[in-house]
Structures are given as C-alpha cells and as structure tokens.
C-alpha cells in the first residue's frame, strides 16, 4: 500500500507532466529544410521555412537579415507565406530560392521567424542548414566570349545614298534661292501702287455700303456700325488725330485744332450720336434717316477733302 502522502505527490507530478505535455502539444514549432544541400556554381535551390501548428497564427515575419549578410550565399527572392492543410494540421511555409556563384562549403544561417499568437508576439529560429556549391563541371559546355564584328573596307557603293541625298537637297535649295532672289528682284522693280487721297478711299467705301442695301434688310446696326468706321477711318487719315478709338467728344476735341468749320463738326457729332442711339440704345429710326444719313456723310467727306494745290510753272515766252 502507497501512503496517502505519496499519493498526492504521485498525482500531483502526473499533473504537472500532463499539463505541460497538452501544451507542448499545442506549441507552433519552426523549421527550415532544404530543397537541395548539395549544388553546383549559379545553380538554384529552394529554402522553406515552415511553421506547424499555424492554426491561430497572424502576421509571420522572417528577419532575413543573416542570409543577406551570408558568405558565399546569394538571395535571388522569396515568395508570401502559403497556407497548408496536412492531416489537419495547419502549415505556414515560405519559399527562399538561393544560389551560389562560388564553390565551397557554406552554412544557411539560422533564421529569426516572428508571428503573433494567442495574442502575443513569439520569435523562433530555424537551424543552420549545410549547403556545399560544387565547381560547374569540366565537360559542360562553357560560355565564349562573343568575337568582335570584323568591318568590311568601306567602298564608294556604301557613301552613294548620301551622295544622292545630299544632291537632292543641294538642288532643292539652290532652286529655292534663285526662286526667291528672281521674285524679289521683280518685286524691287515694279513701282508702288499709287496712295488715293483719304475722300477717294472713304467715297468709294460709302458707296460699296450703300450697294449692299444693310439698312433696307433689317441690319440696321451693322449698317451704322460701317458708316461710323468710314468716318472715323477718313478722319483719322485726313487730319492725323486717333479717331478709331477715340470717343466722340475726343474727335470733336482734336478737330478743334484742324482745319474744319463748326457747322461742319456740329454735324460730324449729331452722326455719331444718332449711330450710337441704335447701336447701343436700339432705336429705330424712320428709313429715310439711313439715307438721308449717308448722304450727309458723303457731303461731309467732299467739303472737308484736302485740296491740293499744284504750282503754275511759268513759261518763257521769247516775242518774235
């Protein structure tokens, strides 16, 4: 017979050892196996990192800072962690595809693999794995370096197509100049047209005006809007002031100074204010006004014309 006392600490150490076996088994482990531990020079192999009972785990990270920092290993890229079901139990794993460019006998170090659990952050390691990188075999076939091009002596053939563009172009351009020399040398020799005097311009443009009858068909503003242009237009050719942007008042103003009668500058405002009362005011005066408009303005362009006066040239007449 077993003394109670014995018992409970019988019992009590069986607790113990069922309690942390049942969270061992609970436990997430991690590994890391390789695809191949023996390869030869700027072969690939594959290094997965696993980690078993992944069932709540979240967020891994493998710190990669070692394998970057590895002799003789070079990193070619990792893929995301996959999930996998193996006999229900759930496997994360990652892909390392490694290489060497050397040959010798080098170590996979041992990784750091950060991942949240049970609402905590653990960190485990996988082991240091061996990885040997054999010499590229004798009897494979090996890279050449790629042999210069060997130029061919250049011949006359070869600078033809220049030769010939070169021609066209040559020939394009001295037509071209001569062209242009012929036609201004021409240009140079033919006489100015003749200037016409300010009332010739402003006469012939009163009466293309009235040949297009605006007035007669409803456009009365354009027609007014024409009429005063004229004016302005003669104006300002005839006495020198800046009558096309120029108020009427500032026309008036300006004749002040020229040689134009009051009556005459009197009538030249009352056909502006009548212009601007239909452009601006949209009044609709009786059709005799249009005319009788422009026939006011056709006797003012003739009363102010310049008059130019040619000298007599005296004649010596010998009495016989």
Do not use: C
Not at 29 to 45: D, Q, R, Y
Not at 302 to 308: P, V
Request: hydrophobic content about 40%; glycine content about 4%.
């Amino acid at each position: 017979m077993i003394p109670v006392k014995y018992k409970f600490v019988i019992l009590s150490i069986l607790f113990f050892l069922l309690t942390n076996s049942t969270l061992d088994l609970n436990a997430q482990m991690v590994s890391g196996e390789m695809a191949k531990t023996t390869i030869e020079e700027h072969e690939e192999t594959t290094f997965s990192i696993k980690i078993l009972g992944a069932k709540d785990v979240t967020a891994p990270v493998v710190l990669m800072d070692a394998l970057e920092k590895a002799d003789g290993i070079e990193l070619i890229k990792d893929s995301n962690w996959d999930t996998l079901n193996v006999n229900g139990d759930v496997i994360l794993q990652k892909n390392i595809k490694l290489t060497s460019r050397d040959s010798g006998f080098y170590w996979v170090p041992s990784l750091p693999v950060s991942y949240v659990a049970g609402g905590k952050r653990t960190t485990k390691s996988t082991e240091k794995i061996p990885l040997t990188v054999n010499p590229f075999p004798l009897d494979s076939p090996q890279p050449r370096d790629i042999k210069g091009i060997k130029k061919e002596p250049l011949k006359f053939e070869d600078f033809l197509p220049l030769l010939i563009v070169l021609l066209v172009v040559g020939s394009l351009g001295l037509g071209a100049y001569f062209y242009w020399k012929r036609r201004k040398d021409k240009e140079a020799v033919m006489p100015p047209p003749p200037v016409l005097p300010a009332h010739e311009v402003a006469l012939q443009k009163l009466h293309k005006l009235e040949e297009q009858k605006l007035w007669q068909q409803g456009e009365i503003k354009a027609f007014q809007s024409e009429l005063t242009f004229i004016v302005r237009e003669y104006l300002e050719n005839r006495f020198g002031i800046q009558a096309l942007e120029s108020t009427t008042e500032e026309i008036v103003s300006d004749l002040n100074a020229k040689d134009i009668k009051d009556d005459q500058k009197q009538q030249l405002s009352s056909m502006f204010r009548m212009a601007d009362m239909v452009k601006f005011a949209k009044a609709k005066p009786p059709a005799d006004v249009h005319s009788k408009l422009l026939e006011e303005t056709e006797a003012f362009v003739r009363n102010t014309k310049k008059i130019i006066i040619e000298p007599i040239v005296e004649s010596n007449t010998e009495e016989s």
